[in-house]
């Protein structure tokens, strides 16, 4: 559409009819408008014209600045009314056709057959228009030049166009707030200890090489040590009481997760044939991306293992239990990293890039993370405001948490009363498949997310079923059962006939791809609703996963792993399972900038959507690692050390705590390295450390790392 608001005031009318004189500007900013464009019927809905080209133009009144191109978004729905709004047969032959039959016609061409609402798709369009036309100008003339397609009684056409969708250049830029000066702030600081650290590192390592140094200040000035760190995060060396596999679980997951938030973030885009989307169910290896958030429970089930594998270790230690400690130690360990990118959030993120749909994405979560930050500090944001989230994808780290603040009520009377502490955990496992069922049943819920569906049914299963900690405790409650197994197979070499290995395989991958593919039963247009079967779905789909994914770690740490654990083992696995844990509370930032920044609708297809994962996962990786070296690590490290001048049995061994003594003194627990039992499974998990003593330099080596992972945020 070409025409531009009229109904402005005559100071308005006189400064851009001024402009205009000019026929160079009036081309512009009609070249930076929408048109109408083709592709319709496949979807292609959002036109964001020319943004750039829109925002550069500036027309001087004599010597004085008459205006600056604005870009503004309007948002067109088309709503079908009348008796026959469900009817799409012309019945009145004696009428002209009208934008309603025009309307039935397109979603025919689509292969839209089953619309049973009454508002078309959103139609996105950008228009360049002066910066002193206000938004309800450009709405009231947009709504007089559709007034022609509005047929009274039988399609109308509603206009919207807010504040958030009009952008004009601004050539002074943005004054920082006290909040950009503090994130610049802790960055110099940061950046300071690092430099600092560094420097130290090198010149103490050459001035006392081949010598003992001891002392903690030592241990202190090299904590933020990029050489050592660096290293350590790179090194692809493993002891051999190793549980390696898991590394392997570790970065496919986060592999699968940045690949379906990849897929989610491309299908909301501006694409010419977003048509494609709705028949994402029709193909079953689809289903891997629709029912990805599976890889959630793969974490759950390795955080639980975990963290009982050291709870009962240290208990047949008889190292007391301080429960505070526990609880301080953990929360310690995970907030660091996961509090600078809430701040970068809040502050930063909105500053590094512009375009039409920016603020529709960066804008959006910076603000979300201004109003409910505190509730992410405090692990409660899959309770509170969980529409307006602040990284969407962590609702996973607060449902971790207080299932770890809760762990202890299981842990203990496993340590104490064995007998009673396993009837109490299968009592609870029950209960963890009984509770979904039952809010399923009664909300009436769909057994699973169904994406391209309406989205009311999705945001239901998302608040009562996928955020809630009672309603995802199965799988991490799976992981506890197993951990303890584990732990009293510790120093038992178990011989399993070959027919049951091969049977437990079996069933194990049969388990697994029922799982995944069983979903799109549900994704089936055909398909009628059946409550009970939902509930059934919803109660064991997580459960049966996660014991496919048990019998895979129990195999490879019991040695009838085969190929499977060669492959989970694979040396390059190891550093890349270090940078899970930045890496899921990243990633968003790299795909809210791919989202926020584009100025023209993309395509949809398999292959555009990997070769931008690709992309995505290479810069993923990077500001991972960065993060890594400059939050997570370094924290750790002092962690550690405050932790090591604890008297040795005292040492707390909450989530992630392990300390090794001087090389010579330690007391490894059979079957696993210390390492591979740290419980800082966070979703993406963090790398786990122990100090050690075994070069000239008391340096912090790399061991391990736990999971955790996804989201949803899905």
Known sequence: MSRHPKEVDKHQKGSWLAGLRSRETEYIVYDASTKIPSGLVTGNVQQLGNYDQCLRIEVQNGDVLAFRGQQCRATIHFEVTGE?????????????LDMKDLFYAALEAAGVYDWKDTKSAPYVWAFCVPSSCSTTDVQRALQKSLSPLTVPGRVEAMVSVTSSDCHVADPTGTQLSAADLGILVLLAVVLVFLIASTSYDLIVSRKYAGKKSKGVAHSVLVSFSLTTNGRNLLSCSTSSDTMPSLNGLRFISIFWILLGHTYYMKSVSSNINNIVVKHFDQSLSMMLIMNGTLTTDTFFLLSGILLAYVFMRDRQKKQPFNLATFYIHRYLRLTPPYAFVIFFYATLLSRLGSGPLWDTWAGANRD????????NLLYINNYINLDQMCLNQTWYLAVDMQLFWLSPLLLYPLARWPRFGKGLLAFVIFLS?????????????????LYNKDLLPVAAVYSFIYTKTYARAGPYLIGIALGYLLHVLRNKHISIPMVWVALGWLVSLCSCTAVVLSAAVFYDDNHKYNAFESSIYAGLHRSAWTLGVAWIAFACTKGYGGPVNAFLSWRLFVPLSRLTYSAYLCHYVVLLYNAGSIRAPGYLSEYTVVHEFAGNLMFTLVLAAVISLAFEVPFMNLDRIVIKRQPRDATPTAKGVSIVPAAGNAVQPSGFHSNTIHQDNRE?????YVISEKTSLPVVQLKSYENKAFDGGR
Request: charged share 20%; glycine share 4%.
């Open 84 to 96: 026959d709004s469900g009817n799409r047969t012309r019945t009145d032959t004696r009428r002209s």
């Open 433 to 449: 498949i009984i509770i979904p069922f039952a809010i399923t049943f009664a909300e009436r819920l769909t057994a699973v997310m």
């Open 684 to 688: 993406g998990a963090p790398s786990v």
């Open 368 to 375: 979300y993370c201004v109003a409910n930050w505190w509730t």
